[in-house]
C-alpha cells in the first residue's frame, strides 16, 4: 500500500472551473508540502503546511491532521495551471519526503 | 531571485560508466538532497545532506552512490558504474532550515544505454 495516495490522478477541467486535489497518508507526518511539476519537468514548491489552511494567490491548501488528509484547492481556474500536482509528506523525525504519484490538471480555455 | 542550478541538463552515457551530478544550491542554504523519477512513475528520495555528512539515505542509495559537496557551492551525486535502471531525472534541492521548504534544481535527465 502507498504511504501517500493522490485523487483524482487526472483531471480535466474548464476555464474558471474550482479544482480539488486530494492527498491522503498512512503515516505520522511532521509537514505536508504541495509541489506542481510543469510538462518540462521542473518542480516548484507550493506549499508547506503541517496544520489548518494556507493561501496563496488563486490556491489554497488544507490539511486534516487527525484524518491524515490534505486538499489543494485552485480557484478560476486558468490554462497556465495546467500541470501535474504531488503531494509530499515529511516522515516524522526524518528529513526524508515520501510523494504521491501526483495528479495531472489540464484546464481547458 | 536564487535559485538552485544543475548541470549538466542532460547526461547520457553507457552502462558501467561514472557519472557525476552537479548541482549549485541556494547560497545560504544548509540542507541538501537529491532525488530522482523514473520516467513516468513518482519522484523518490534519494540522499539528504547536512554539515558535510550525509544525514538520510534510501533504500536506493546503495554502494554505487555518493554524494559530496566538494566546495562551498557545488553538491554532487556521484553512480559509480550506472544500470539501465538509474535511467531517470535526477533533482537536487536545498532548504534554508530542518525540514524546510525546498527549492527544486530544473533536473537532469540520465540516460544509460
Known amino acids: 500500500k502507498n504511504e501517500v495516495e493522490q485523487s483524482p490522478q487526472n483531471l480535466t477541467a474548464q476555464e474558471g472551473e474550482f479544482i480539488t486535489i486530494n492527498c491522503s497518508y498512512s503515516?505520522?507526518?511532521?509537514?505536508l508540502h504541495w509541489l506542481q511539476q510543469h510538462p518540462g519537468g521542473g518542480i516548484v514548491s507550493l506549499f508547506m503546511?503541517?496544520?489548518g489552511k494556507k493561501k496563496h494567490g488563486r490556491l489554497i491548501a488544507t490539511i486534516n491532521i487527525q484524518e491524515k488528509h490534505s486538499s489543494l484547492h485552485i480557484t478560476a481556474s486558468h490554462p497556465r495551471d495546467s500541470a501535474v500536482y504531488i503531494c509530499?509528506?515529511?516522515?516524522?523525525?526524518?528529513?526524508?519526503?515520501?510523494f504521491g504519484q501526483g495528479t495531472r490538471l489540464t484546464i481547458n480555455p | 531571485e536564487p535559485e538552485v542550478t544543475q548541470t549538466p541538463s542532460h547526461q547520457v552515457t553507457q552502462m558501467g560508466q561514472e557519472v557525476i551530478l552537479r548541482c549549485v544550491p541556494i547560497?545560504?542554504?544548509?540542507?541538501f538532497y537529491w532525488y530522482r523519477q523514473i520516467l513516468g512513475q513518482k519522484v523518490e528520495f534519494l540522499v539528504s545532506?547536512?554539515?558535510?555528512?550525509?544525514?538520510?539515505k534510501s533504500e536506493i542509495f546503495d554502494d554505487q552512490f555518493s554524494v559530496e559537496r566538494p566546495d562551498g557551492s557545488n553538491f554532487t551525486l556521484k553512480i559509480r558504474s550506472t544500470k539501465l535502471e538509474d535511467s531517470a531525472m535526477y533533482f537536487c534541492?536545498?532548504?534554508?532550515?530542518?525540514?524546510?521548504?525546498?527549492?527544486f534544481g530544473p533536473g537532469t535527465r540520465l540516460t544509460v544505454l
Open positions: 534541492a536545498s532548504s534554508a532550515t530542518h525540514g524546510g521548504v525546498r527549492f
Open positions: 503515516v505520522g507526518i511532521s509537514a
Open positions: 503546511l503541517s496544520s
Open positions: 509530499a509528506v515529511q516522515i516524522q523525525g526524518a528529513q526524508k519526503l515520501v
Open positions: 547560497s545560504n542554504h544548509l540542507y
Open positions: 545532506f547536512y554539515n558535510n555528512e550525509i544525514s538520510e
